[in-house]
């Protein structure tokens, strides 16, 4: 039987609509190679799916909350809220070095229930308040990947989205002084939507062409591919 925890982590998480998480980014929308809006954007939602109806709410800001040990894991490392911090707080670069090292951890398995996490919310939720909040961090979105997606086989657009976000913010630590909008950023945003994409297919989920094909692209150039693949069908200028 699967844990609550792994119920909370499912790939349905990224479009059951329990759990809406509202994010401060900037957004950008393409579509093929023409940029069709840009702006500001305060109601960019992911559905975060939860246990039940009426799930349980975003943690508050600056406030402690009481965790519950994980059922199957006991581990002396820092809890997952413990390395985000409290909400809206800046980080020192090693708090945010910790940060990026879970997100790489996580993205291997997106799915599956986290040891650090022994909140009653799932790791995606904790996650997209951190990057909401964050002033650290500034991820630029767009949703070129997802709509390259569309009419290519399995729905893929919601959690290639919500990966390629996490791959941003984690690639933005690790390289100080990068700009989101750079295609080196974007590209690691695909490399981390793919991993995404693959633990979605363990578990039996519904294949796409071009995530397919992206892999492919991935395990014979690398990140170089990825970014000049990137650059080919999406421009992204200031």
Same mark, same amino acid.
């Given at each position: 039987m699967r844990s609550e925890n792994a119920a909370r982590d499912s790939p349905h998480s990224a479009n059951i609509p329990s759990l809406i998480?509202?994010?401060?980014?900037?957004?950008?929308?393409?579509?093929?190679?023409d940029m069709k809006h840009r702006f500001w954007v305060f109601g960019v939602t992911f559905a975060i799916s939860q246990v039940?109806?009426? +799930? /349980?709410?975003?943690?508050?800001?600056?406030?402690?909350?009481?965790?519950?040990?994980h059922p199957t894991h006991q581990s002396a490392s820092p809890s997952l809220r413990e390395i985000l911090g409290p909400l809206g707080a800046r980080q020192t670069p090693e708090k945010l070095a910790e940060v990026a090292a879970f997100i790489r951890r996580w993205?291997?398995?997106?799915?599956?229930p986290m040891p650090e996490?022994?909140?009653?919310?799932?790791t995606q939720a904790l996650m997209l308040a951190w990057l909401t909040e964050s002033p650290d961090v500034s991820v630029v979105v767009s949703v070129?990947?997802?709509?390259?997606?569309?009419?290519?086989?399995?729905?893929? +657009? /919601?959690?290639?989205?919500?990966?390629?976000?996490?791959g941003m913010a984690a690639y933005l630590i690790e390289h100080p002084g990068?700009?989101?909008?750079?295609?080196?950023?974007?590209a690691a945003g695909v490399a981390s939507a793919l991993l995404w994409y693959e633990d979605s297919l363990r578990r039996g989920e519904g294949r796409n062409e071009l995530m397919d094909e992206l892999i492919a692209i991935r395990d014979q150039r690398g990140h170089d591919g990825l970014r000049e693949w990137w650059e080919a069908h999406i421009r992204l200028t200031e």
């Open positions: 998480i509202l994010i401060w980014c900037r957004v950008r929308c393409y579509e093929g190679n039940g109806c009426g +799930g /349980p709410q975003p943690p508050e800001r600056h406030s402690q909350s009481q965790e519950r040990p993205e291997r398995s997106p799915f599956e996490n022994t909140s009653d919310l799932s070129a990947l997802s709509r390259l997606c569309e009419g290519r086989g399995a729905n893929v +657009g /919601p959690f290639a989205t919500v990966g390629s976000m996490f990068t700009a989101g909008h750079e295609p080196d950023v974007q």
